[in-house]
């Protein structure tokens, strides 16, 4: 029996104050109080990438990096699928605070990968 293994996650990220953080390219972007979710996928090295997001200490390479190692922000699960990227953001309900945040090789429009969620 062959099982399928996660690779897609979404961090669910709690943001403890307003920020305005710098995101790379992309630009600075108000983020809210609140929770919000981060769609991603790993086809390969799928728990170093976990791994990866979980430490505070990294180079910034990914979008998700500037907003994961700004003070005052936490990762609080981590969730697995095996459905693809963007079937699965579409699919979660939120605002778009960043547009392109997460999405720069997405070819579904979804606009962006970071979603705050309703309060």
């Known amino acids: ?19 305005e953080i710098a995101i790379g390219r992309l630009g600075t972007f108000a983020f809210p109080e609140g929770t919000y979710v981060y769609t991603g996928s790993a086809k390969r090295n799928f728990a170093a990438r976990i791994a990866r997001h979980l430490r505070q200490e990294k180079t910034l390479h ?6 994961l190692t700004t003070p005052g922000v936490s ?3 981590v969730r697995h699928a095996q459905v693809d990227e963007c079937v699965l953001n579409q699919a979660t309900p ?6 392109g945040f997460g999405a720069s090789d997405c070819r579904n429009h979804c606009g962006s990968h970071l979603k705050r969620l309703s309060t």
């Not at 939120?94 to 547009?99: K, L, N, S, T, Y």
Request: aromatic residues 8%.
């Open 1 to 19: 029996m062959t099982t399928i293994e996660p690779y897609t996650y979404q961090l669910v990220i709690r943001v403890g104050r307003r920020l």
């Open 62 to 67: 990914w979008h998700i990096d500037h907003l």
């Open 75 to 77: 990762i609080v699960e």
């Open 94 to 99: 939120g605002d778009i605070v960043a547009p």
